[in-house]
Nanobody, 127 residues
């Protein structure tokens, strides 16, 4: 599976861009999908995930109410709508895919859960 992100760049605080991640392969609908981000000098952190079963979503507390993850299985694409960006949201954003099954919610937040990663897209938020 190859994952290609798009939607990054230089944005203003308060902007609301949408990031996309398109996957190759025919079994996209069977993958749990996640978004992570990594700020300079920090570890990669979980942002959001969407299960392949029922499209159930999970978010880290710092983005709840501002970010929305969704998926379009027909387009093999997962989206991250980010609203009201803040300078502290500046990071490289990665999408990731984990092969099917049913895993505990805590596992969705772990980088080790995911089998495939995109190359990342830089998002820089200016104040």
């Amino acid at each position: 599976v190859q994952l290609v992100e798009s939607g990054g760049g230089l944005v203003q605080a308060g902007d609301s861009p949408r990031h996309s991640c398109t996957a190759s392969g025919r079994t996209f609908s069977n993958y749990d999908m996640g978004w992570f981000r990594q700020a300079p000098g920090k570890e990669r952190e979980f942002v959001a995930a969407i299960r392949w079963i029922g499209g159930i979503t999970h978010y880290t507390n710092s983005v709840k109410g501002r970010f929305t993850i969704s998926r379009d299985n027909a387009r093999t694409t997962v989206y991250l709508q980010v609203n009201s960006l803040k300078p502290e949201d500046t990071a490289v954003y990665y999408c990731a895919a984990a092969t099917g099954g049913f895993r505990a919610t805590v596992s969705l937040a772990s980088v080790t859960t995911y089998d495939y990663w995109g190359q990342g897209t830089q998002v820089t938020v200016s104040s």
